[in-house]
């Protein structure tokens, strides 16, 4: 199981699905880690603390895959710099996966994802399409200035960031993701 938590919500446990995970792949590590049953596997990641999740990440790809179960299997898109390139790198895997009938050339951050939420920050698009309807500056400007910030904003918003939100839904993850779903 796989524990997430984001913004004081109760924490949720998911399960890990190494198979999935990894790719449908067993794990490359000879590390004793990774004989034990999955069960046994989900019980002592779901103890690991947060801290030690990025330490556990440097060991190998395999634990990097662990952590990433961990760390991302419910991920929140906000439209912060961050979200923007999470979805680019999504986006890169998804192409990659549809070029190659399904196939990655290494391990990847999508098939750790088991939830995504798309709750967009005002803040964001306020930074990103420099549109504050609090701001006495936004508020001053010609109607015109005005009009062509918002509908560039909306234009960019919803032409190119949710349009690509929905291609990522739309689409699996991994191929092993489909058997254990």
């Not at 098939?111 to 006495?136: E, F, G, K, N, Q």
């Amino acid at each position: 199981m796989c524990v997430c938590g984001a913004d004081g919500e109760k924490p949720r446990y998911y399960r890990v699905f190494t198979g999935t995970i990894n790719e449908g792949l067993p794990p490359r590590s000879p590390a004793p880690l990774f004989k034990l049953p999955l069960e046994i596997l989900e019980l002592i990641l779901q103890h690991i603390e947060s801290e030690s999740l990025a330490a556990l990440a440097l060991v190998n790809d395999d634990c990097l895959q662990l952590a990433r179960s961990r760390q991302s299997v419910s991920i929140k898109l906000d439209y912060s710099d961050a979200s923007l390139g999470l979805i680019e790198n999504l986006l890169t895997e998804t192409k990659q996966r549809m070029d190659n009938l399904g196939a990655v050339s290494s391990l990847t951050l999508g098939t750790c994802i088991r939830r995504i939420t798309v709750a967009t920050h005002p803040r964001w698009v306020s930074y990103r399409h420099s549109i504050s309807l609090r701001d006495d500056s936004f508020i001053a400007l010609p109607e015109t200035e005005k009009s062509r910030l918002m509908v560039d904003g909306s234009n960019a918003f919803f032409s190119t960031y949710i349009p690509r939100i929905t291609f990522l839904a739309s689409k699996p993850f991994s191929t092993a993701s489909q058997r254990h779903t």
